[in-house]
């Protein structure tokens, strides 16, 4: 289905995007950047982290760049004073809701919360740190999961409910409460549904979700070959899917009270999905490496 | 059961529904909703019932719904063939036996009538009751139902709820009938778009325009739903709603379904509402039953289905997404929006979302016309709103009133004001989204826009009243808490910006606040607002905006004074009796010292906390009195008078010499620093004694010849002795304060000179100037300012009153020159211009002046005093007024009427008030306000000038004793914190001055009740021939006792919350 060209203001500048896409789509369709933190492209969007508000012309509302859908004579502003403040705002809210201690931390050097509080310029935070007490889940053989640096952004959620078709993860609670779980608040080493595919690792943003036997700063992470393999994933799964009458995207559509029908039978989602992705040989060997580039001789890791 | 199928069926429904509301025989209905069975309704059916069987008469016992009085519940309506309905009010279960006595003999009990229907307008239909009872007021003349119109709540308290054709009787799903017979969907968008209702959950989108999207939206299902999870604390509309008239949001809804081609509706319930629950789903049941809902509805072939679910209880749900996804099974997050529900709602399919008092509104405008419906409200917000007025007020209930109407009829006419002594201070709307509205802006119409506009918002109607009792600052921590702790998480700001709000304000209310705070706060509120993903966030910070913005003081007291004027945040007060004390004086301890037999502990107790404990004794104001905790067990601690007590006992025997040293003890090392104390009334007294005690050398330099200002030359000899007085002046002496008197400062020593001879000047000089009337006759001999009389009477110089005076005001000026005058043999009249219990007096001095003979007229103003021949004071006339409105002393304003009145009098003394002369301070460099008082740091007490404080009475303009005592002690600390800087050993030198004192932290036993030991007064007829003090004061075994009876609210138990 061909989508309508429609015109539209970015930051003053006159350019053409699809309808149906969001603001952001078509930001980055021309080259624009708009800083974003729950976003990964192929996901759907969650509009969570605010981030990616940007300024509409005409209303004093500011708009998440991530779910709203640009429309025709729409007239955007990506950067003002106000829009800066609140999005160091969000990010320093972040870097005090939880432990976010960098020179301890797996991802320091290739996080996205600590780049983007370098691009935006904080050097401190004005708020009290909340210092919660949070546990680290090292029930997994390969992976561990460390409730002090999440940020809640969902990606693991949703690129193990949209690309894996595990639905391993969840958001437990409400509020400052919330915690992503696995299964049904179980170990993430008994969650069942768990492939150990790895897909949520690589999405995650921080040092929340790595693999075991990394060190500071070794972590590296791709989300963008997640990030390809979700965009594909989702072009795929929904060609396959609309055979039976079914898109992976949006909720099954049923009366209440009925089951909600799973895509995929577990164990073929999983085969599927993992085969796929690929990833842990080759990106783990070159974790290793570049571990070893980056530690030399001072690090002894157990082995 | 009668299935209605044409409107054969419906008209005999009609009919019989209506038998039962106009029997041929007695009909006693109960109000049965939550709020009638919280105060005992159940009890009182099962009583009538009883009683009903007993006697074997034959009465129609029903239950309905509420009738919007909550606070005159349990309410009974009683009509007996032909009469009109009598609502009767607080009927408890033993009086069923005298009501239905009383339906024999005709004659109602009178101390249970409330009001009459003679008839009423259910909209869809109208009701004639019968007429009669001329004694009795109809309802609409009832303050609070006067103004009030009712639509929503057209049938609710009159009709049974679970009765379907008590509802048909009244007009119910006529228009329904209407709509199908018709067919004709899209006429009734129309109609609803016409009407310009407004969808009552709050956001106030219009009704129409999203019916019209769903009934244009294409799909094979659509689903409409009606929010019912109103969670907001202090609302209550819907629940009474739908206890009361659930057929109302039924029939709305079938139309809604008809219209906009949906076949399932969903209500969604808070399960915390089993009441509304249960008769929603009696209701539904019965619509199922007469064919009004289901298959083939009145049969023309519309199938509708309505299911109900119930909502756990979660504040979010409200929101219309995260209501679609609870519904769906999910966790109660919201989704971004777009896709709207109209577009993609339930299940993916197109859904319409109203509040139950939108679904309440649509079969008035379809059977009455949206242009019946638009008379009512303002031209952008028509029809009606019910709120719940709860709080601070003399009325509480369910209030359905026309939109725009201003906020103060809502709390003033219908609520009637605030509880008897106190004053409203602000209004808080649309419960936890909304904002804290403060008294000045009480003339804002309340709709949808001017709510906005102040940073307010609709909501669903909940409207809570405060008043001074209520900390601002708590208020918004309140409701913060509120919102964090129902925050889904989802989106950052609402999450962590509402924690990190909760955090500040917590800080600022246990007084750990700092100056950067409330900026803060500011910044994040205007974050979170602005950038949250849902309506939770997006209003969640507007209590915190609104108070920041209209009750800015009140953080700034938290934070830099650690004063919470309320007395609500428990870590900045010792006990409610301290924080009420202008002085902070650790009351409990000095009552625990005497009560343990150290009356010279006691005394030292008291004399630091308050350095003129004898004078204050007799004439504070003792707010203290209001807060006594014992006051909600028996009667209130009289800590007054024990702390007067204290005192003459120190004053009046050989203890005081020993009592001088040991203070003389406490004073720190000289400092070497000078500072001058301008005027020697309390303030200045004040300031001095405790500049001394801080080691620095002090002169107060006084105008006139002899220290005490207004406590010696205004206050009369009867109330304060000047003897006692003395006695304070000496232990102030007596610790080392100079007096220079006869100086005047500004006149006789220029403000220049003492700058350059002092390090600090603090000046504190009163209001002495009398405010004038313009009066046709002041200029006649004969008419006195109160101040200068009282100084007069002080001096004991002779003024010729004549043998009648009139006096004009109501403060305590007032009181103490009608009792001067009284006792140099006049007759005296106070003429007051309201009533009573508006006067600023304190009420035990009008009822002392009353008991002595003063007579007083009030609702009185002043039109002219007449003179004789002779240019001397002949007679005066008053001009009788009538209160009008609420002014913003929250007082009812007084308006002149025509009659005028005329006494006979020999001499007037004018008491309107006191002012300042202060233009020798504009002279020196120092800025004065608009009011004519000087400018100074709230906190720091510094005037524009380096080196100069002022405080007391000019700079808060004229008040009482212990107000302007406060202020010298406040300064007093200010200036030594300036003069001294810094402590270096982080030991305070104010911290210093106040030694530990051990005595008991045994909290007291259960206590029994007992009476408040009162001052004894000298007979009114004896005291009047004379000077001599009125009030003796208690003897030692009273105040022994009045000791005992103290709770011993500064006690805290040591809980561990973690």
């Known amino acids: 289905?061909?989508?309508?060209?429609?015109?539209?203001?970015?930051?003053?500048?006159?350019?053409?995007?699809?309808?149906?896409?969001?603001?952001?789509?078509?930001?980055?369709?021309?080259?624009?950047?708009?800083?974003?933190?729950?976003?990964?492209?192929?996901?759907?969007?969650?509009?969570?982290?605010?981030?990616?508000?940007?300024?509409?012309?005409?209303?004093?509302?500011?708009?998440?760049?991530?779910t709203t859908p640009i429309q025709d004579g729409m007239s955007i502003k990506t950067a003002s004073e106000k829009l800066t403040l609140y999005r160091r705002m969000a990010v320093e809210l972040l870097l005090v809701e939880r432990n976010h201690i960098c020179s301890a931390c797996v991802s320091n050097g290739h996080c996205e919360l600590q780049s983007m509080a370098q691009s935006l310029g904080i050097t401190h935070v004005r708020y009290s740190y909340n210092n919660p007490h949070l546990p680290v889940d090292m029930t997994h053989p390969r992976f561990v999961l460390d409730h002090n640096r999440c940020i809640l952004c969902t990606r693991c959620v949703r690129v193990c409910a949209e690309v894996e078709g595990a639905n391993v993860w969840e958001v437990a609670s409400r509020g400052i409460y919330s915690r992503i779980v696995s299964d049904l608040k179980d170990d993430w080493g008994q969650a069942r549904n768990c492939t150990g595919c790895g897909k949520c690792i690589q999405a995650c943003p921080t040092g929340a979700l790595a693999e075991k036997g990394f060190s500071v700063m070794e972590m590296v992470k791709q989300s963008d070959s997640v990030s390809r393999l979700a965009a594909q994933r989702t072009h795929q799964a929904n060609g396959a899917l609309e055979r039976f009458g079914m898109c992976l995207q949006a909720r099954p559509e049923q009366a209440p009270g009925a089951a909600v029908p799973r895509p995929f039978p577990r164990s073929q989602s999983s085969r599927m999905c993992s085969g796929l992705v690929g990833l842990h040989p080759p990106d783990r060997g070159l974790s290793r490496r570049h571990r070893r580039k980056l530690s030399g001789p001072l690090t002894s890791r157990p082995s | 059961m009668p299935r209605i199928l044409d409107i054969g069926t419906f008209n005999a429904v009609r009919e019989s529904g209506l038998a039962k509301l106009l029997p041929a025989i007695p009909r006693i209905a109960v109000g049965m909703g939550t709020c009638g069975r919280g105060n005992g309704a159940e009890e009182l059916y099962h009583a009538l019932n009883e009683s009903i069987q007993r006697s074997g008469m034959d009465v129609l016992l029903t239950g309905v719904g509420c009738f919007g009085s909550c606070f005159q519940e349990p309410l009974v309506s009683i009509r007996l063939p032909g009469h009109p309905l009598l609502v009767l009010r607080h009927v408890q279960a033993n009086d069923a036996a005298r009501i239905l006595e009383s339906l024999s003999t005709q004659t109602m009990p009178a101390d249970l009538v409330y009001c009459k229907i003679e008839e009423w307008d259910h909209i869809t239909g109208y009701v004639r009751y019968g007429q009669g009872y001329p004694d009795v007021p109809p309802w609409n003349a009832i303050p609070f139902f006067k103004g009030q119109k009712k639509i929503v709540l057209r049938n609710c308290g009159l009709i049974n709820p679970s009765d379907i054709e008590e509802y048909i009787g009244v007009g119910g799903y006529q228009a329904l009938y209407k709509v199908l017979i018709d067919g004709r969907k899209e006429s009734v968008i129309e109609q609803i778009k016409a009407s310009r209702l407004r969808g009552r959950g709050g956001a106030g989108f219009l009704t129409g325009n999203k019916w019209d999207f769903l009934a244009k939206a294409k799909a094979d299902i659509k689903y409409i739903i009606c929010n019912a999870d109103e969670g907001d604390p202090g609302a209550y509309m819907n629940r009474n709603e739908i206890e009361g008239d659930p057929h109302s949001l039924l029939e709305g809804m079938i139309i809604g379904g008809y219209v906009m081609g949906a076949t399932e509706g969903i209500i969604y319930v808070r399960a915390e509402y089993p009441l509304a629950v249960r008769r929603l789903n009696r209701a539904i049941e019965q619509a199922r039953e007469y064919g009004l809902l289901g298959t083939n509805i009145l049969d023309r072939g519309f199938n509708f289905n309505i299911q109900l679910v119930q909502g756990a209880g979660a504040f979010v749900c409200g929101e219309e997404t995260a209501l679609i996804a609870s519904l769906e099974g999910f966790a109660g997050r919201p989704h971004p929006r777009p896709p709207f529900p109209a577009e993609k709602g339930l299940w993916g399919k197109p859904t319409n979302i109203n509040n139950v008092e939108t679904w309440c509104n649509i079969a008035p405008i379809v059977s009455r016309g949206p242009a019946w419906f638009a008379e009512t409200g303002s031209v952008k917000s028509p029809g009606t709103k019910v709120f719940s007025l709860v709080g601070k007020i003399q009325n509480t209930g369910l209030v359905e009133m026309p939109l725009g109407t201003p906020l103060k009829s809502f709390i003033y006419d219908i609520g009637e004001g605030a509880i008897a002594g106190r004053r409203v201070k602000a209004v808080q709307t649309g419960g936890p989204s909304g904002g804290c509205i403060p008294l000045e802006m009480l003339d804002t119409p309340v709709d949808y826009e001017s709510l906005a506009q102040i940073g307010s918002i609709m909501g669903s109607g909940g409207m809570v009243v405060m008043d001074e009792d209520n900390c601002m600052v708590d208020v918004a921590r309140y409701f913060i808490e509120f919102t964090h702790s129902e925050s889904c998480g989802k989106c950052v700001p609402c999450r962590v910006g509402l924690n990190k709000a909760l955090r500040i304000l917590n800080a600022i209310t246990e007084g750990s606040g700092s100056a950067e705070h409330l900026g803060l706060l500011d910044e994040l509120g205007r974050m979170i607002r602005e950038c949250s993903l849902c309506?939770?966030?997006?209003?969640?910070?507007?209590?915190?905006?609104?108070?920041?913005?209209?009750?800015?003081?009140?953080y700034e007291d938290h934070i830099v004074a650690h004063r919470c004027r309320a007395g609500v945040c428990q870590e900045l007060a010792l006990s409610p009796c301290e924080n009420s004390c202008p002085l902070r004086m650790n009351i409990p301890r000095f009552l625990e010292l005497y009560q343990e037999g150290r009356l010279e502990d006691a005394f030292e107790s008291v004399i630091l906390d308050n350095p003129l404990p004898?004078?204050?004794?007799?004439?504070?104001?003792?707010?203290?009195?209001?807060?006594?905790?014992?006051?909600s067990f028996d009667e209130v601690v009289n800590m007054r008078e024990v702390h007067r007590f204290l005192a003459d006992a120190i004053y009046q025997s050989d203890l005081f010499e020993p009592m001088l040293e040991r203070i003389r003890a406490l004073k720190l090392a000289s400092t070497g620093r000078k500072v001058a104390v301008a005027g020697s009334g309390p303030t200045g007294l004040t300031a001095a004694f405790y500049l001394a005690m801080l080691g620095h050398d002090v002169t107060i330099y006084e105008e006139r010849g002899e220290a005490g200002g207004m406590l010696r030359f205004a206050i009369p000899e009867y109330r304060l002795p000047k003897s006692v007085l003395r006695r304070e002046l000496d232990l102030i002496e007596g610790i080392g304060v100079k007096m220079q008197f006869n100086t005047r400062v500004g006149f006789d020593l220029p403000l220049n000179d003492l700058a350059s001879s002092f390090d600090a000047v603090f000046l504190s000089i009163g209001t002495w100037k009398e405010s004038w009337l313009y009066l046709p006759g002041t200029e006649l001999k004969g008419v006195y300012p109160a101040l200068p009389f009282l100084e007069s009477v002080a001096r004991h110089e002779k003024v010729a009153m004549g043998s009648r005076v009139a006096i004009i005001g109501g403060g305590n000026a007032a009181i103490d020159s009608a009792r001067s005058v009284l006792r140099m043999g006049a007759n005296v009249t106070i003429l007051y211009r309201r009533e009573r219990k508006d006067m600023p007096a304190?009420?035990?001095?009008?009822?002392?002046?009353?008991?002595?003979?003063?007579?007083?007229?009030?609702?009185?103003?002043?039109?002219?005093?007449?003179?004789?021949?002779?240019?001397?004071?002949?007679?005066?006339?008053?001009?009788?007024?009538?209160?009008?409105?609420?002014?913003?002393?929250?007082?009812?304003?007084?308006i002149p009427t025509d009659e005028v009145q005329r006494f006979e009098c020999d001499s007037v003394i004018l008491a309107v008030g006191e002012t300042f002369d202060l233009d020798f301070c504009r002279a020196s460099g120092l800025e004065l306000k608009e009011e004519g008082t000087i400018a100074v740091d709230r906190f720091s007490f510094e005037t524009s000038r380096a080196g100069f404080y002022a405080g007391g009475d000019v700079i808060t303009g004229a008040s009482n004793m212990s107000n302007a005592m406060s202020g010298g002690k406040q300064a007093a600390r200010k200036i030594d914190e300036r003069l001294m800087g810094p402590s270096l050993s982080g030991d305070a030198r104010w911290d210093q001055l106040f030694p530990e004192f051990e005595y008991s932290r045994q909290a007291p036993g259960e206590p029994s009740l007992s009476r408040r030991h009162t001052a004894h007064s000298v007979p009114a007829e004896v005291r009047v021939r004379s000077q001599e003090e009125v009030v003796a004061g208690l003897d030692p075994e009273e105040a022994l006792e009045e000791c005992r009876r103290c709770l011993r609210c500064d006690l805290r138990a040591a809980v561990n919350t973690h």
């Not at chain 1, 289905?1 to 003053?12: A, E, W």
């Not at chain 2, 997006?538 to 003081?553: G, K």
């Not at chain 2, 002949?874 to 609420?886: D, F």
């Open chain 2, 535 to 554: 309506g939770l966030g997006q209003t969640a910070p507007n209590p915190v905006l609104t108070t920041i913005r209209h009750f800015r003081e009140e």
């Open chain 2, 842 to 894: 304190i009420d035990e001095e009008i009822q002392a002046a009353e008991d002595e003979g003063v007579r007083f007229v009030f609702l009185a103003a002043p039109h002219r005093i007449l003179g004789g021949a002779d240019g001397n004071v002949k007679a005066i006339e008053i001009v009788k007024t009538r209160l009008g409105e609420y002014d913003k002393s929250g007082r009812k304003r007084p």
């Open chain 1, 1 to 66: 289905m061909p989508n309508k060209t429609i015109s539209v203001r970015i930051d003053g500048e006159l350019v053409t995007a699809q309808e149906g896409q969001t603001i952001l789509e078509a930001a980055h369709a021309h080259g624009k950047q708009i800083p974003t933190l729950c976003y990964l492209k192929g996901l759907s969007a969650v509009g969570a982290c605010r981030v990616c508000m940007v300024e509409l012309a005409g209303t004093d509302r500011l708009l998440p760049a991530c």
């Open chain 2, 614 to 631: 004898a004078s204050t004794g007799r004439v504070c104001q003792h707010p203290c009195d209001n807060r006594c905790r014992r006051q």
